[in-house]
């Protein structure tokens, strides 16, 4: 079984409107100004599952900052998912900026078949992840309808990239903390979360979170996966590509060669995200 639990779809009309949206849209003008940042549509995407023998994959936003755009994309991943329903399931793009018209965005999208809220970017979406007054709408709704969450997350280290951001494991953990009753993904291996938890207090108390593996073969070794599962095994671990960033293929290979057992490499490919996400149609 093999589920991606982050690729990145749009309309194709997007491309064609990409000077636009770089002009409205902040998070999109961050990851798409360089022409080379490529543009998938969902078609595109299934070509790439069928090619790889992938079962279903989560179609994500980029965490938009205008509304209309957003709602836009959103209808895109909602019906893209609907006319797939057997291999596409859809995260949706929602700024809490927004206020009460993000309320009404996600009641909206959760009644076409929502399961998720994400990718989102606080930075370039311009809020905190420890503002608890204005997130906590949205929160509290997610939780009621079991909506997962995704947040961006970015290393400490390392160099800069288009997109890396501020989102960094101690603000991941707060924000994990001040909402412990929802289901928060944190990409990017939390930006390098699960280090951390060798520290005492978070080895006695660990957070209730799970990470993705989204362009691992852009920002780490190989070696990651044996090392983190070693510190906090691998129930909490799911296979994410970042698709068209990276290649499906090129993750699936790491996994698969990395020296993880097979049921560790089971889990990550698939079983801990249909289990999360609740997939039933595999």
């Known amino acids: 079984m093999l589920i991606d639990s982050h ?3 749009f309309p194709k009309s997007f491309e064609e409107s990409r000077n636009d949206l770089i002009k409205k849209d902040s998070t999109f003008r961050e990851m798409y100004t360089n022409t080379k940042s490529t543009l998938s549509t969902s078609e595109n995407l299934l070509h790439s599952m069928d090619v790889n023998n992938i079962d279903f994959s989560i179609i994500t936003s980029i965490g938009w900052e205008n509304y209309e755009i957003a709602k836009e994309a959103n209808n895109y991943l909602l019906n893209s998912a609907k006319k797939h329903s057997d291999r596409l399931g859809a995260f949706v793009g929602i700024n809490p900026n927004w206020g009460d018209l993000a309320i009404e965005e996600i009641k909206r999208c959760i009644d076409q078949g929502a399961i998720g809220i994400g990718e989102m970017h606080p930075d370039t979406q311009k809020f905190k992840l420890d503002d608890s007054k204005l997130l906590s709408p949205l929160m509290n709704l997610a939780k009621k309808n079991n909506l997962i ?4 997350s970015s290393e400490p ?5 288009p997109g890396k951001g501020k989102v960094e494991p101690k603000k991941i953990l707060a924000f994990s903390k001040l909402f412990p009753e929802n ?8 930006g390098g979360l699960p280090f951390y938890y060798l520290l005492k207090e978070l080895k006695s108390s660990p957070p209730k979170l799970y990470f993705d ?3 691992t073969n852009l920002l780490y070794s190989k070696e990651i996966f044996e090392i983190i599962i070693n510190i906090i095994g691998s129930d909490n671990i799911l296979f994410g590509s970042d698709f068209p960033l990276v290649k499906q293929e090129k993750i699936i290979t790491l996994v698969k060669d990395s020296k993880i057992s097979k049921i560790a490499k089971s889990k990550l490919l698939g079983e801990n995200a249909k289990q999360l996400l609740k997939i039933s149609k595999i």
Do not use: D, F, M, P
Not at 149 to 152: D, F, Q
Not at 183 to 190: D, M, V
């Open 7 to 9: 690729v990145h779809v």
């Open 149 to 152: 969450i995704l947040i961006h």
């Open 157 to 161: 280290l390392g160099r800069k990239y």
């Open 183 to 190: 289901k928060i993904i944190a990409a990017h291996w939390g």
């Open 213 to 215: 593996t989204a362009a």
